[in-house]
């Protein structure tokens, strides 16, 4: 049989920028150097096509073409084959300029529609695949744990550094901290605070293998396995659980609660203004503050009668949950 020699696939190779057997320059062949080139070229036509449709999937939610780690035969056909081919000429000839691509991307009125359905489209297009109308998309499960700790006020944006560490907890949950269990892994009933350390970015979270951060896998994360090329995306009942009973979106919501009473001290409507305008983007109708008044007093009442400390932020703090919890802020329409 014949030794077969270094080379792009024929298919997309069109006999161009053949890749050398050996490279007298270097120590090596310098073979992946050269694939790695011929890949970046900015003429080869499969790099350009696979990273706007992943851009696009990140914006859509689905990608023009829904297999974004196969793009060869037994892959999905693209949904707008004329599109992916001229975003993907356009993005190389402006210099593969990212921000410019995004810009691109979100000033589209493909990007700009309601996800409002119709029932005739969902008849001609049940997936809506050729995207008569925005798809609803939940938030993507470290961006929903950021966007609960910047409405909180707890955010802390510095950047790089070590890494923020995780831990299992006593009822099993991996939280961000420090353990301090023996060798054994046993108890010893120590605590080191970590701080404003533990309130950055899911990016600078320490991610293990068998130590998943909790909250952020129950909402999909990804599996750290390799080429994860998509996630899956689930709605099950113990993501309503964790955002009930989860102590990281207990301890938030009291800090947003207690935000609030500090900005808008003794006036009830201005807290539920803010939290509805923080959390939500926009300001409450009369119906929904009405309804919003009765259920923190409700509440402050209930407290009050378990000798709570603070009955009112504890009210408070049961709202602003009630409002993370939400669709409105957990999904983007």
């Known amino acids: 049989k014949a030794a077969m020699k270094p080379a792009d696939l024929s298919v997309v190779a069109l006999n161009k920028n053949p890749i050398p057997e050996n490279d007298a320059d270097r120590p090596s062949t310098g073979r992946r150097l050269a694939l790695a080139k011929r890949l970046t070229d900015g003429t080869h036509p499969l790099t350009g096509r696979v990273l706007v449709n992943r851009f696009w999937l990140h914006h859509f939610g689905r990608g023009l073409v829904d297999t974004p780690g196969d793009f060869g035969k037994l892959g999905e056909a693209p949904s707008h084959p004329e599109l992916l081919d001229w975003l993907a000429s356009d993005f190389m000839k402006h210099d593969w300029q990212l921000k410019r691509l995004h810009r691109l991307i979100m000033t589209s009125q493909a990007y700009r529609q309601s996800s409002r359905r119709l029932a005739k489209l969902d008849e001609l297009d049940p997936d809506n695949r050729l995207l008569g109308r925005m798809n609803v998309?939940?938030?993507?499960?470290?961006?929903?744990?950021?966007?609960?700790?910047?409405?909180?006020?707890?955010?802390?944006?510095?950047?790089?550094?070590?890494?923020?560490?995780?831990?299992?907890?006593?009822?099993?949950?991996?939280?961000?901290?420090?353990?301090?269990?023996?060798?054994?892994?046993?108890?010893?009933?120590?605590?080191?605070?970590?701080?404003?350390?533990?309130?950055?970015?899911?990016?600078?979270?320490?991610?293990?293998?068998?130590?998943?951060?909790?909250?952020?896998?129950?909402?999909?994360?990804?599996?750290?396995?390799?080429?994860?090329?998509?996630?899956?995306?689930?709605?099950?009942?113990?993501?309503?659980?964790?955002?009930?009973?989860?102590?990281?979106?207990?301890?938030?919501?009291?800090?947003?609660?207690?935000?609030?009473?500090?900005?808008?001290?003794?006036?009830?409507?201005?807290?539920?203004?803010?939290?509805?305008?923080?959390?939500?983007?926009?300001?409450?109708?009369?119906?929904?503050?009405?309804?919003?008044?009765?259920?923190?007093?409700?509440?402050?009442?209930?407290?009050?009668?378990?000798?709570?400390?603070?009955?009112?932020?504890?009210?408070?703090?049961?709202?602003?949950?009630?409002?993370?919890?939400?669709?409105?802020?957990?999904?983007?329409?």
């Open 137 to 333: 998309r939940r938030l993507e499960a470290e961006t929903l744990r950021d966007s609960i700790l910047f409405v909180s006020g707890q955010w802390n944006p510095h950047m790089f550094g070590k890494p923020v560490p995780v831990k299992e907890d006593e009822v099993g949950q991996i939280v961000v901290g420090v353990s301090t269990n023996d060798s054994s892994n046993r108890p010893t009933g120590k605590t080191i605070s970590l701080g404003a350390a533990g309130n950055r970015r899911s990016l600078y979270v320490q991610l293990r293998r068998s130590k998943v951060l909790s909250f952020v896998d129950m909402f999909d994360a990804p599996p750290m396995e390799p080429n994860c090329t998509k996630r899956t995306i689930s709605t099950v009942a113990p993501q309503a659980l964790m955002l009930m009973n989860n102590s990281f979106v207990i301890n938030e919501s009291r800090s947003m609660a207690g935000r609030f009473q500090r900005l808008a001290k003794g006036n009830l409507d201005s807290q539920i203004g803010l939290a509805w305008e923080t959390t939500l983007g926009q300001a409450p109708t009369p119906g929904e503050l009405a309804q919003s008044i009765a259920f923190i007093q409700k509440q402050a009442a209930l407290f009050g009668t378990q000798k709570e400390k603070q009955p009112d932020l504890a009210a408070l703090a049961n709202y602003c949950q009630a409002l993370l919890s939400s669709n409105a802020f957990i999904y983007v329409d």
